[in-house]
């Protein structure tokens, strides 16, 4: 397989994952207009839980696979990968019937952990229960998607992956309107609807899949007549090196699922508030707000990520000066990317709260200032994600386990104290030290590996920082002209937003271009796409 074909499979399925998590995140927009906070609520508390057991049910199958399949093709066993193919198929399908009946009849019990109150508790498990259907299909999905990826075919899992999420996504937005505005029905009939969306879209992925596997079932087929070694190892010593790829891949899968399951699990518990304001606080802590701050992460980790193919091949030969060179521009990219962005949006937390979801002054205050104080954590989400996957470069995925473990014990010991001591605001920081514990278990790892240098990248930081401050000020004159940093309306919050992000984002480059960092950062990006 050529580097170049090796390169350009990578950027196709980075730029899917890119639309496809920028439409997963979008959508709470006017998903929220039309189901208010109600909606957002149970979907949410619905949602992820199935994302966990999603996770453990697929068992990282996607890149698990690949990497099974690759390594086995490469060694002229492409007989190995059909037999997983065939077994997989079985496995993955008790895997997914497991996991469904986990989820539909554990939901009460998942509910009643929650500390609901009472009138609540039918909702939570009715949403859980219809959410649960899509597991009887993804592992399955998930299956094929990483045998293809196993032949560095990654047209079938990018198109898959956006037919997904655009037949989910269509919908639930189709179901919440004529819920709510057609029929004037219930936000809980809607939240039920946008819950088996998952499943819905599950279904448009898997029809891609099949689609692509009649297509190219005589390629596949003459592959298998091309074997030139059958090693023949057992089911057991596949699946068991099967399992060692996927783990890490799982681990790093539900951190973020396990951190929102941990506020969700908390917040009726220990948050003093009303029950109404707790519905806020959840809504905008694991929904409107949470998916706000994943925009910056999403693009800063999708170009960084699509380094570790760069990575893996230049460690395999042994090449640590090139390791370290790829480590150094993927923690450029991802810092010089995520810090503006992620401090910008904190700054604006007030007004884009108030032009996105709530304008009224009780639900602005309370999600402008979860928005200003967890936009941040945008900087912990996009290191842990792109060291996770450095680690997965140099073959030490393991320790992914590690740290995340470390990172979500300490999470689960801070979060009652904080959420007493500090309000709405107390699981964010919790989440933010749990985050960076993980990161900087990563880092010394990596540093143990590779004997990387952090001096160049941290010098670098420096200057990336100085740059977002002078982008904070100028943000802050925009603010006094028109009468501070909440907005008295929509009208307003637009015009301050996009004078913010134009003229900011235009001092942030004209620094970075004037010190040379931006030619810096360019030029690696540009660097790695013509390998």
């Not at 196993?150 to 989910?168: C, D, H, K, N, W």
């Not at 919908?171 to 039920?192: E, H, Q």
């Not at 460690?315 to 790829?326: D, L, Q, R, W």
């Amino acid at each position: 397989m050529s580097a170049s074909k090796m390169i350009r499979g990578t950027m196709i399925l980075t730029v899917a994952s890119f639309v496809s998590r920028l439409l997963g995140i979008l959508f709470i927009i006017p998903y929220n207009a039309l189901t208010g906070t109600q909606g957002v609520f149970l979907y949410t508390v619905a949602y992820t839980p199935y994302a966990i057991m999603l996770s453990i049910s697929t068992m990282g199958l996607p890149l698990a696979v690949s990497k099974f399949v690759s390594k086995y093709n490469a060694m002229g066993d492409y007989d190995s990968g059909k037999r997983l193919m065939k077994s997989g198929f079985l496995l993955m399908s008790l895997t997914g019937v497991i996991g469904f009946l986990i989820l539909f009849l554990g939901a009460p019990h998942f509910a009643a952990a929650y500390g609901l109150p009472s009138n609540k508790l039918p909702d939570v498990v009715l949403v859980t229960r219809v959410v649960s259907i899509a597991i009887l299909v993804v592992p399955v999905m998930s299956l094929m998607r990483g045998y293809f990826q196993g032949f560095q075919s990654m047209g079938p899992t990018a198109v898959s992956q956006v037919v997904e999420q655009i037949v989910r996504i269509t919908f639930i937005l189709i179901g919440a309107f004529l819920v709510m505005k057609v029929f004037n029905g219930s936000p809980v009939t809607a939240a039920a609807l946008a819950t088996f969306a998952a499943f819905v879209g599950a279904v448009g992925g898997f029809y891609v899949m099949l689609y692509y596997w009649v297509k190219r079932r005589p390629f596949l087929a003459n592959m298998k007549q091309k074997t030139q070694h059958r090693y023949r190892i057992s089911y057991a010593s596949m699946y068991k090196e099967l399992v060692t790829y996927a783990v890490p891949f799982v681990a790093v899968g539900i951190a973020m699922q396990l951190y929102q399951l941990i506020d969700q699990v908390m917040a009726f518990h220990y948050l003093d508030y009303s029950g109404q304001v707790k519905d806020i606080i959840l809504s905008d802590l694991t929904g409107n707000d949470q998916k706000m701050v994943m925009i910056p992460v999403t693009l800063a980790t999708s170009l960084a990520v699509s380094a570790v193919p760069a990575i893996i091949k230049s460690f395999s030969t042994g090449n640590i000066a090139e390791v370290n060179h790829k480590i150094t521009q993927a923690f450029e990219l991802v810092l010089f990317l995520t810090i503006p962005a992620a401090i910008g949006l904190s700054v604006l937390g007030y007004m884009v709260h108030g032009l996105l979801f709530d304008i009224n002054p009780h639900d602005l205050q309370i999600g402008g200032r979860i928005l200003q104080w967890y936009a941040p954590t945008a900087i912990f989400f996009a290191l842990f994600q792109v060291t996770a996957s450095i680690l997965q470069g140099i073959n030490h995925q393991r320790v992914t386990l590690i740290s995340l473990g470390a990172g979500v014990l300490i999470k689960v010991m801070l979060n009652p104290a904080f959420m007493k001591f500090f309000g709405m605001v107390g699981p964010v920081i919790a989440t933010d030290i749990g985050y960076a514990v993980c990161i900087l278990i990563n880092l010394i790892a990596i540093k143990r590996a590779t004997d990387y240098h952090y001096s160049l990248v941290a010098r670098q930081t420096v200057h990336i920082i100085a740059y977002t401050i002078a982008m904070c000020l100028v943000i802050q004159l925009i603010f006094l002209l028109f009468g501070g940093n909440v907005p008295s309306g929509r009208g307003i919050a637009i015009i301050v937003i996009i004078l913010s992000v134009a003229v900011g984002a235009a001092v942030y480059l004209i620094l970075a271009r004037w010190t040379g960092l931006l030619r810096r950062i360019v030029g690696g990006v540009r660097g790695r796409r013509a390998e």
